[in-house]
């Protein structure tokens, strides 16, 4: 079994900065993909970033490329992610998830975090 657990969700101006953190209770972090994902009232889960076991690898979704930063310390069993530019649009709840292998899809992840609200207000 593999715990996630978020921090770092609340309500902050379009325009400004927030940073999630998702720390994992597994001792075999390293060998995990870690990936954030979305959900807005009403709409389907969506893919937000990736970040491979090494950290090599990383991938995002258009909607947050240039904006989102996904990252991980492997010493401290925590993956990242650094929005900013932050836009009406991306208030949903966020959940952190680990996988076995690079996706953006959620049925390549087997362990998901209870998710943290993200209120953006304009």
């Known amino acids: 079994q593999v715990q996630l657990v978020e921090s770092g969700g609340g309500l902050v101006q379009a325009g400004g900065s927030l940073r999630l953190a998702c720390a994992a209770s597994?001792?075999?972090?390293?060998?995990?993909?870690m990936a954030w994902f979305r959900q807005a009232p009403g709409k389907e889960r969506e893919f937000v970033a990736f970040?491979?076991?090494?950290?090599?690898?990383?991938d995002y979704a258009d909607s947050v490329k240039g904006r989102f930063t996904i990252s991980r310390s492997n010493a401290e069993n925590t993956v990242w992610l650094q929005m900013s530019s932050l836009e009406a649009e991306d208030t949903a709840v966020y959940y952190c998830?680990?996988?076995?292998?690079?996706?953006?899809?959620?049925?390549?992840?087997?362990?998901w975090g209870q998710g943290t609200q993200v209120t953006v207000s304009s």
């Open positions: 970040i491979s076991a090494s950290g090599t690898y990383i």
């Open positions: 998830a680990a996988g076995g292998v690079r996706a953006r899809s959620r049925e390549r992840y087997a362990y």
């Open positions: 597994t001792r075999t972090f390293t060998n995990y993909v």
